[in-house]
């Protein structure tokens, strides 16, 4: 028993040792075949240009699986073009020899699946093209290996090898893999590198695909909804207005002048301040006016003496003389108390003072006829509109529309246009038109200068001529400025 027992421990070292050997071959075979992908991939990405990359990766691919060639194509349209051959630098893409290559790989791709020939397998593959291109170019083994990019077959990866060395499991499981990881980095240089039309090309036929394929219901929902959407605004009309921004103006205003030469003495109000008719809104000094009020007040008193002392005495020719004086110096009392009452300005109407602030300026001196205040009326509005010149031609005499006033948002203002203005305004680059309108009721709230938005309605069109008319006429007029 003691010998059977150490025979049994000696067989159990041994099959160790070997389990271990294996082991260690097996964990070195994936080590090499894993830093093998990772080399490939990194010279994939390490040129700049696809070509010379696609052809040293199938170049050190072909010395890496003992291949006399292998080659690369990708999908274009519904036939495979051969992009890289290993060894080949500068090929040409339509030689025989290539477009037999493409063809091989298109068999492989239709059927989805790698195809090694001439040798047995358990499934039923079409091999023809793979016989065809043996007997026509004299290869000995082929392996051809698909591989997919986003879910989709776009290209293949043909190896090929001599008679005397045919492709065994673990090299072609180990090409799968190779093919599995650079086919999609090749892929994507490839894409990258094309024309923007080949690229737009390609995009389109992806949506397109997208559109009538199976799947992404999302984006055929939105895709619906938005089709609808357009049929909608081309079919239905609404209300086509002509927006500009409007100010509030008094529609009659009054200026208060400086009847004479003088200094200010007194300031009642300030703009914004809200006035009755009668009230006194400034004053002008009439200190020199009061001495000459008295001056000639004394002079026709002291007249009257005389004149009474003429007529007492008879003596005609005097009282001729001192009746034209009494005259003159009543013409100057007269003069000098209608000054004095236009010192004290009085307000001509209920209003609002909308300019002339003399609080600061007391003491000053003014000039007759200068502008002092200006007061307008708070019954009766005029609506100012910035119409812009490519829209004045719809706005006529006769149409309403509504105002909105920047402090209050929430209440709309009735209008009716009355006059057009021939003038254009320039302001911010852009020229506007002038429209003149009257509101419809006016509200205590009203204050002149208050500013808006608005609308001026035009007539019913449809709603994608609303909303793409502006982009159509600057569309047509750079075509027409750029047109020979």
């Given at each position: 028993v003691p010998a059977i027992q150490r025979a049994t421990m000696r067989q159990i070292e041994e099959a160790t040792v070997w389990f271990e050997a294996i082991i260690n071959q097996c964990s070195s075979t994936e080590k090499n075949q894993l830093v093998t992908v990772v080399e490939l991939v990194a010279s994939c990405l390490e040129h700049e240009q696809f070509q010379t990359a696609a052809t040293e990766v199938m170049t050190d691919l072909t010395s890496r699986l003992f291949c006399e060639r292998?080659?690369?194509?990708?999908?274009?349209?519904?036939?495979?073009?051969?992009?890289?051959?290993?060894?080949?630098?500068?090929?040409?893409?339509?030689?025989?020899?290539?477009?037999?290559?493409?063809?091989?790989?298109?068999?492989?791709?239709?059927?989805?699946?790698?195809?090694?020939?001439?040798?047995?397998?358990?499934?039923?593959?079409?091999?023809?093209?793979?016989?065809?291109?043996?007997?026509?170019?004299?290869?000995?083994?082929?392996?051809?290996?698909?591989?997919?990019?986003?879910?989709?077959?776009?290209?293949?990866?043909?190896?090929?090898?001599?008679?005397?060395?045919?492709?065994?499991?673990?090299?072609?499981?180990?090409?799968?893999?190779?093919?599995?990881?650079?086919?999609?980095?090749?892929?994507?240089?490839?894409?990258?590198?094309?024309?923007?039309?080949?690229?737009?090309?390609?995009?389109?036929?992806?949506?397109?695909?997208?559109?009538?394929?199976?799947?992404?219901?999302?984006?055929?929902?939105?895709?619906?909804?938005?089709?609808?959407?357009?049929?909608?605004?081309?079919?239905?009309?609404?209300?086509?207005?002509?927006?500009?921004?409007?100010?509030?103006?008094?529609?009659?205003?009054?200026?208060?002048?400086?009847?004479?030469?003088?200094?200010?003495?007194?300031?009642?109000?300030?703009?914004?301040?809200?006035?009755?008719?009668?009230?006194?809104?400034?004053?002008?000094?009439?200190?020199?006016?009061?001495?000459?009020?008295?001056k000639w007040s004394s002079q026709l008193e002291q007249l009257q003496t005389e004149y009474r002392d003429a007529l007492a005495k008879h003596d005609r020719s005097k009282v001729s003389i001192i009746s034209a004086k009494r005259l003159q110096a009543m013409a100057q009392l007269n003069l000098v108390n209608e000054q004095l009452s236009r010192t004290r300005l009085a307000a001509p109407f209920d209003g609002l003072i909308v300019s002339g602030d003399l609080s600061q300026a007391l003491g000053s001196p003014v000039e007759r006829g200068q502008v002092l205040f200006m007061v307008a009326p708070l019954d009766s509005y005029r609506v100012i509109l910035q119409v812009d010149e490519r829209d004045i031609g719809n706005i006529k005499e006769g149409q309403r529309g509504n105002l909105i006033l920047s402090g209050m948002p929430r209440k709309p203002f009735l209008f009716t246009v009355e006059k057009i203005t021939p003038v254009s305004v320039t302001e911010a680059g852009r020229n506007f038109f002038q429209v003149e309108a009257k509101m419809k009721k006016n509200v205590d709230l009203l204050r002149p200068g208050m500013e808006g938005v608005a609308k001026i309605d035009i007539d019913q069109r449809k709603l994608i001529w609303i909303w793409t008319h502006r982009l159509v006429h600057w569309l047509r007029l750079t075509f027409w400025a750029w047109k020979p």
């Open positions: 292998i080659s690369i194509g990708f999908m274009h349209g519904n036939n495979v073009a051969v992009e890289a051959v290993s060894h080949s630098a500068g090929f040409d893409s339509k030689s025989r020899v290539n477009s037999d290559i493409g063809e091989t790989m298109q068999e492989a791709m239709d059927q989805d699946c790698t195809i090694i020939y001439p040798q047995a397998s358990e499934e039923v593959l079409l091999t023809r093209c793979h016989a065809a291109f043996i007997k026509e170019h004299g290869a000995g083994m082929l392996a051809t290996v698909p591989f997919v990019v986003n879910g989709k077959i776009c290209g293949a990866v043909l190896a090929e090898r001599s008679s005397d060395r045919p492709f065994d499991d673990v090299t072609v499981e180990h090409l799968k893999q190779i093919v599995s990881m650079i086919g999609p980095v090749l892929e994507v240089r490839h894409r990258d590198e094309q024309w923007l039309p080949q690229k737009v090309n390609i995009s389109c036929k992806r949506f397109i695909r997208k559109i009538f394929g199976p799947g992404h219901i999302g984006l055929k929902f939105c895709l619906g909804i938005g089709v609808l959407g357009l049929l909608l605004v081309t079919i239905v009309s609404g209300d086509y207005r002509v927006t500009g921004t409007a100010k509030l103006e008094a529609m009659t205003q009054r200026v208060i002048v400086a009847p004479q030469d003088g200094f200010v003495a007194q300031a009642n109000v300030r703009p914004g301040d809200i006035i009755q008719n009668g009230d006194i809104l400034a004053a002008l000094d009439d200190k020199d006016l009061q001495l000459e009020s008295r």
